[in-house]
Nanobody, 127 residues
Framework: QVQLVESGGGLVQAGGSLMLSCTAS????????MGWFRQAPGKEREFVAA????????NYGDSMKGRFFISRDNAKSTHYLQMNSLRFEDTAIYYC????????????????????WGQGTQVTVSS
């Protein structure tokens, strides 16, 4: 059973930075492609960023490009989302997600491509 646990959320002023972490257990982390999604109140869950299991390929949602950076440390079974220049509209619950990409390749920006999900961590940006 794969478990994903996020941490690092909190309250930050607009223009500030936060780093989220997601630690995986239950499967060799190097098998997992990982992603971040977010969901604001009253809105659908949207793609934020993704990273391949090797870390060589990253993808970002359009409004995150140049501000958010995804990375991973396979030795720590953890991946990270560095969020800079935060805006009020970045306020949401952020979810970490993963799937075993040694079995097949999936579109990293699709919600339904991920098999494993964390419980979410709240990020609140004050204006």
């Amino acid at each position: 059973q794969v478990q994903l646990v996020e941490s690092g959320g909190g309250l930050v002023q607009a223009g500030g930075s936060l780093m989220l972490s997601c630690t995986a257990s239950g499967l060799s982390f190097s098998r997992l492609s990982m992603g971040w999604f977010r969901q604001a109140p009253g809105k659908e869950r949207e793609f934020v960023a993704a990273i391949s299991r090797t870390g060589l390929t990253t993808n970002y949602g359009d409004s995150m490009k140049g501000r958010f950076f995804i990375s991973r440390d396979n030795a720590k079974s953890t991946h990270y989302l560095q969020m800079n220049s935060l805006r009020f509209e970045d306020t949401a619950i952020y979810y970490c997600a993963g799937y075993d990409s040694t079995l097949d390749f999936r579109d990293p920006e699709r919600l339904d491509g991920y098999d494993f999900w964390g419980q979410g961590t709240q990020v609140t940006v004050s204006s």
